[in-house]
């Protein structure tokens, strides 16, 4: 996706035309959490309904970049909000000291998705009179059956008909969603921190910060920097794996490549001369270990 953003910058318009469907097709269907943001891992069928539920950093992270660079080519409000949701579903996922979590588990009270899908009465509860717009909005059939994965595959007939108050209401829907989720099981965390898939969050909400001239954005890019080069170096390289105070051996190119260019970024957004200079030696050292 990051290449044919590349080729389509150029002008190249079957680039263009490939890139948009799959991104709207990525963002309306179920492998996009419609409720929290962000992306689950994969989809099991070619329409990207159904998702394997787990939530991956390094896909998000990835993902709100391309959707951020995504609205810049095509100016879709679709695409930005995507970027925004993912990237805040990013900062959720945060290490209270400024590294990231890497994922969270498909399954909770023993069942794949539960923690995602919706049976009927459970959406007509949490959504009261908002249900039957809802439920053309999520494109939901008759019956809903046992549970359901929410699309947004409704999105465009429902912009048509609410007009300016589409952006409310499906603000306020997913609202009254999250409060009824919140009271559910969550999936279980895997919260350890990996160096190459938090640089790859640090670079995308710089990135972001800049582009967007959002400063929460910014300081968790510049909290996560630190985190890596404060709790995850040792000798010159960054180790792989950090868990509550406990640092791994192992240092891999990937670390140091995605940490110099997240700082590269950082450095970008912020203009401080330091995030440059700590690129370089982590650059260096990667040639000489690697």
Known sequence: ??????????????????????????????????????????????????????????????????????????????????????????????????????????????EEGRYYTWTEAELKEALGEDFPLARRYFALGEDLGERSVLTAWGEEELRKALKEAFPAWREGVRAKLQRARRRRTPPALDDKVLADWSALAVRALAEAGRLLGNRAYLEAARKGAHFLLGRMAREGLLRHVWREGDLGEEAFLSDQAFAALALLEVYGATGEWPYLEQARLLAERAWEAF
Do not use: C
């Open 1 to 110: 996706l990051l290449y044919l953003l590349a080729v389509a910058w150029r002008g190249e318009e079957r680039a263009r035309a490939i890139l948009r469907k799959t991104l709207r097709a990525m963002a309306l269907g179920g492998l996009y959490d419609q409720v929290g943001g962000g992306f689950h891992r994969y989809s099991v069928d070619r329409f990207w309904r159904l998702p394997h539920f787990e939530k991956m950093l390094y896909d998000n992270a990835l993902l709100a970049r391309v959707y951020l660079e995504a609205y810049k080519l095509f100016g879709e409000d679709l695409f930005l909000r995507v970027a925004r949701e993912t990237l805040d579903w990013l900062l959720s996922m945060r290490h209270r000291e400024g590294g990231f979590f890497t994922a969270l588990d498909a399954e909770s009270e023993g």
